[in-house]
C-alpha cells in the first residue's frame, strides 16, 4: 500500500529559529495535506496542495509540493512557543477514497 | 473539530469487553472514517464510509467493526478480537472522501485494564 514517510520525527528549536518538515512518497500523489496536532488534541487541517510545484503561505507558514508530486515540506519561520505540535503531511493517490497520514513531526519550541 | 462529537473522552474497559465508542457530525458531510492513533505515532485508519449502509476496511480492520445506518452517525465497536485496544480514537468526516479537508472530533481516550 502507498506509503508516506515524513522527516525528521522530532525537533526541539528555540523561539525564532526556523523549522522544516518533509514528506516523500515513492508514488504520484493526487494531492498533499497538512494538519497540526497540539499536545492533547487533535488534528486539525492546515492546507491542501493540488498542483505540481505550487507554492502556499499562511502569515509565517510556508508549504510546497513537489515538481514530480512525490514530495513536499512545510517550512515554519521565526518559530514561535505557539507552533508547539506535531505536523502530518497526508496523502491520496489516484481515485482512493481514503487519506494516508504521514509518521508526523514533532516540533517543541522553547524560549 | 466544529460539529463532530465523540463521547466519552475518556473510557476505561476491562479486558475482554467490546466497547462501542461514538461519533456524531452535524456538517451533512457524505463520509466518515475511524483512526487509532498510538503515544508518539501517526493517524492509521480502521474504517472508513462514504454514504450510508456502506463502509470499507482500513488498514488495520482487524478486531474492529462499524455502522453507518444514518447520515450523521458513525459508531465504532471494539471487540474483544482487537490484541491491544489501548489507545486515541479519532473520528473524521469530510464532504465527500479523500480530496477533501477532514474535520476531526476531539477523540476519545480508551484504557483497557
Known amino acids: 500500500g502507498q506509503q508516506v514517510m515524513q522527516i525528521p520525527q522530532y525537533q526541539h528549536v528555540q523561539e525564532g529559529e526556523d523549522f522544516t518538515t518533509y514528506c516523500n512518497s515513492s508514488?504520484?500523489?493526487?494531492?498533499i495535506q497538512w494538519y497540526k496536532q497540539r499536545p492533547g488534541g487533535h488534528p486539525v487541517f492546515l492546507i491542501q496542495l493540488v498542483k505540481s510545484g505550487e507554492v502556499k503561505k499562511q502569515k509565517r507558514l510556508t508549504f510546497q509540493f513537489g515538481e514530480a508530486k512525490k514530495n513536499s515540506s512545510l517550512h515554519i519561520t521565526a518559530t514561535q512557543t505557539t507552533d508547539v505540535g506535531t505536523y502530518f503531511c497526508a496523502s491520496s493517490t489516484g481515485t482512493a477514497s481514503k487519506l494516508t497520514f504521514g509518521t508526523g513531526t514533532r516540533l517543541q519550541v522553547t524560549l | 473539530d466544529g460539529g463532530i462529537t465523540q463521547s466519552p473522552k475518556y473510557l476505561f474497559r476491562k479486558e475482554g469487553q467490546n466497547v462501542t465508542l461514538s461519533c456524531e457530525q452535524n456538517l451533512n458531510h457524505d463520509a466518515m472514517y475511524w483512526y487509532r492513533q498510538d503515544p508518539g505515532q501517526g493517524l492509521r485508519l480502521i474504517y472508513y464510509s462514504q454514504i450510508v449502509n456502506d463502509f470499507q476496511k482500513g488498514d488495520i480492520a482487524e478486531g474492529y467493526s462499524v455502522s453507518r445506518e444514518k447520515k450523521e452517525s458513525f459508531p465504532l465497536t471494539v471487540t474483544s478480537a482487537q490484541k491491544n485496544p489501548t489507545a486515541f480514537y479519532l473520528c473524521a468526516s469530510s464532504i465527500q472522501g479523500a480530496s477533501d479537508t477532514q474535520y476531526f472530533g476531539p477523540g476519545t481516550r480508551l484504557t483497557v485494564l
Open positions: 508514488t504520484t500523489l493526487s494531492n
